[in-house]
Each structure stands twice: as structure tokens, then as C-alpha cells.
């Protein structure tokens, strides 16, 4: 009787932080804990459901040239999306990745130039209209990272994205 009591007045509590199943006087999941809390929770669930889908691992950044408010992402077939967003200002690191044959696909009337990475890693990046797009391999996948702002709240520049991709590698 003790523990229902418990159960119950910490479900009046998480009622209000996050939305919730209840199973036999247990709380079986949550699905969403605030964004404004920890945004990179969701970054955790999408990457560790690929990992268990496809036993490949996704690095995601460390570092960004601003705040992020808000991650959010998808899993279609082998590719992975996820975005990095400061809903204030309208910036955002957009991450798409997926495994390849060992060779980095360059979009069509390619207009990217070599650059050296950290850690021995070789990309491609190109000026999109709105930032920065950098394509790169690490461990047979191909990671399209972009770097996207208005020019008004921020703007991209090469250096920021190419601190952000250096921040996303494995030790070696």
C-alpha cells in the first residue's frame, strides 16, 4: 500500500515535467523529458536506436558556435538526421550520416575543395546559400554536416563548422 502511495505522488509530479505510461503501479517509459532541460537526450535515444538497428556507431558534435535549444532527428532506412537548433536565433547544424562502400559521394556540379581535419581526417567543404556544408568519412560512413544561419542572428563561417566536425571524432 506504501508503494502505491509513493507511485502516485511521484505521478502527480512527473505529470507536470513529462508525459508518461503507466504500467501495474510502475511508471513503464517516458517518452519526453523538456528539450529546454537537456536537448541532447534526443540525440542519445536516435543514436543508440541506430546503433541497435545497424551496430554502427554515430558521433555527434561537442562543440557549437551557439546555444542549442532544441535536437531533433529521424532514422529512414540507413540514413540518420539529426538537427542541432537555437529556436531564438535560426540557426542550425544540421548532421545527416550514412554508411557507404568506403568512398565519400560528392553532391552533383561539385563546387567543394579538399580540407584537412584533425586527427589524420580528410573532408570536402562547399558554401551552400544559407552556411557551410562539410562532407566527410568516419568508419565506412559518410557525414554531411551543415552549418546554417541568417545572416542577421548568425553567420556561418568555414572555421565554425570545421570546429564543429573536429569535435565529433572517435579517439584513436
Keep these: ?95 545527416q550520416a550514412e554508411p557507404t562502400a568506403g568512398e565519400i559521394i560528392l553532391p552533383k556540379g561539385n563546387m567543394y575543395k579538399p580540407t584537412k581535419l584533425q586527427k589524420g581526417y580528410k573532408g570536402f567543404i562547399g558554401e551552400l546559400p544559407e552556411g557551410y556544408e562539410l562532407i566527410l568519412l568516419i568508419d565506412n560512413i559518410q557525414y554531411n554536416v551543415k552549418l546554417i544561419g541568417n545572416s542577421t542572428n548568425y553567420k556561418p563561417s568555414k572555421s565554425d563548422l570545421i570546429k564543429v566536425v573536429n569535435s565529433m571524432f572517435p579517439p584513436k
Excluded at 500500500?1 to 505529470?15: G, R
Excluded at 537548433?85 to 547544424?93: A, L
Design 1 to 95: 500500500m506504501k508503494l502505491k502511495i509513493l507511485i502516485l505522488s511521484l505521478l502527480v509530479v512527473f505529470s507536470f515535467v513529462a508525459p508518461h505510461f503507466i504500467k501495474a503501479d510502475r511508471i513503464s517509459e517516458i517518452k519526453v523529458i523538456s528539450d529546454e532541460a537537456n536537448p541532447f537526450m534526443n540525440e542519445l535515444i536516435l543514436t543508440k536506436e541506430y546503433k541497435e538497428k545497424f551496430n554502427k556507431q554515430i558521433y555527434g558534435p561537442g562543440y557549437f558556435p551557439f546555444k542549442i535549444t532544441h535536437v531533433s532527428g529521424k532514422i529512414s532506412g540507413e540514413k540518420i538526421t539529426l538537427y542541432y537548433k537555437n529556436v531564438k536565433t535560426p540557426c542550425v547544424v544540421k548532421i
